[in-house]
């Protein structure tokens, strides 16, 4: 059974960072696509960032690119999404995802292809 498991999330102050964290079982990792998504309040759920092996096929939705950094430690089964320079819209559940791969890039994939997801962490991003 796979599980992942979201942590890092929490309140801070708009310019600052987070780091997220996805730890991943039940699975060989490296046969996964892993990506991020947010949801918040009202609103539809949106693909953040997504990632294949260590780096060789990543994706990022433009509101977040040059502030957010996908990776993936495969040693540790774990996937982070660094965030910098935070803004009040950022503001949302951030949820990990894994599929199995099937040889296309990882931003061919909506949220209604992932099989597994986590619980969630809460970003706020407020002063």
């Known amino acids: 059974q796979v599980q992942l498991v979201e942590s890092g999330g929490g309140l801070v102050q708009p310019g600052g960072s987070l780091r997220l964290s996805c730890a991943a079982s039940?699975?060989?990792?490296?046969?996964?696509?892993i990506g991020w998504f947010r949801q918040a309040p009202g609103k539809e759920r949106e693909g953040v960032s997504c990632?294949?092996?260590?780096?060789?096929?990543?994706s990022y939705e433009d509101s977040v690119k040059g502030r957010f950094t996908i990776s993936r430690d495969n040693t540790k089964n774990t996937m982070y999404l660094q965030m910098n320079n935070l803004k009040p819209e950022d503001t949302a559940v951030y949820y990990c995802?894994?599929?199995?791969?099937?040889?296309?890039?990882?931003?061919?994939?909506?949220?209604?292809?992932?099989?597994?997801w986590g619980q969630g962490t809460q970003v706020t991003v407020s002063s």
């Open positions: 990632i294949i092996d260590t780096g060789s096929n990543t």
């Open positions: 995802a894994a599929r199995p791969l099937d040889g296309f890039g990882c931003q061919a994939y909506t949220s209604y292809d992932y099989d597994s």
């Open positions: 039940g699975l060989t990792f490296d046969d996964y696509v």
